[in-house]
């Protein structure tokens, strides 16, 4: 069976998947587009074999001729689309955040729940990245023993002068959210965020380096450094630190895999990827590999669940909370934890 899809925003990541469904991956057929930019959407059209450009999103679910949907649109704008596809009883991609609020979040979770099949699927991609499965592997196979800690950073070359401390908590923390709950396969109860001496290159409102601590339920304590101008290139880093010993990841290797050490003239390099698409592009193609074949064969989404996406907002912003001082410290004004207000999980979500 080929899927026919639909996509909702062919802005950056839209149109990057767009060319992946269209000439990367087996199996799948962008069937129709749309994008509140008309000639974006038809730029994008007709470079990859002329889908349907809709006026809206609605009329890309509604469409007969369309299977499944990705929604890569603006944030705010996720939570309708995904009702939408529910409601039409259609396999939806949408990309991280599943909605901005935990609110919206909450609804998308009781109208899964109410169609009684896992229908959403999130764009946390990192989960198909080679690197961290084999640190997931380590981490639940007892060669490291009972993890215990856990160091991660996140360091981007640049950022723009408008992007903000809560920006960069919702658009980069959220996926070192996302993996410490599945490699540890705990939620996270509290966060605490700690803010060293700031760059000379964060713009105003930008608390950049910041360092994020999570705790799970378990009390694993995650560090997280988040850097956004360090120039160099695209650095993620995580290690797992358990009772007998400790796993980390590989130093990035381009398209997600090992890359090369060249040994020379008294020295010893190995390349940083330039930026997320270079580091994770490989991740990008298998986690639409999966949802494409999940789809064909009739299976419900097995990727990153409506509750993933639930429990990354709801932990993002606790960290948000957690900036502008909402933690129990020591100190006063900030700096302590901060709780995590997690709602029950409903068993559909267990299974
Ligand atoms: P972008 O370049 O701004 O693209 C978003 C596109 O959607 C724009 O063309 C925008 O048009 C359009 N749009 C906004 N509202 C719409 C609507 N109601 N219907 C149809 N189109 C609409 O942003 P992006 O970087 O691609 O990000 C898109 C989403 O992907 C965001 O949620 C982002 O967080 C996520 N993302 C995820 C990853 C990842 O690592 N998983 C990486 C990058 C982005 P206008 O520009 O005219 O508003």
Redesign the pocket.
Known sequence: MTVRVGV???????ADHVRRLSTVLAGAVVTAI????KD?AAAVAERFGGPTVHA??EDVIADAGVDAVVV????P??EEYVLGSIAAGKPVFC???LATTPEACSRILDAETAAGRRLVQV???RRYDAGYSALKVAAANGSIGVPLLAHMAHRNPAVPPTVTSEMAIN?SVV?EIDVTRWLLNEEITAVMILSPKRSRKAAPGLQDPMVVVFRTESGVLVDDELSVNVGYGYDIQAEIVGESGNARLGSGGLSGGAPIVVTNDGGRASAVPAD?RER?IGAYDEEFRVWIDDIAAGREASGPSSWDGYAATVVAGACVSALHGAGESAFGGGGGWTTVPLRDRPGFYRR
Do not use: N, Y
Not at 8 to 14: Q, Y
Not at 72 to 75: E, H, L, R, Y
């Open positions: 909702i925003g062919t802005g950056m990541i839209g749309t994008d509140v930019d974006r809206s999103g890569a649109s603006w944030g704008t996720h990309e991280k955040p764009g946390f991609m658009d996926h997320w994770f």
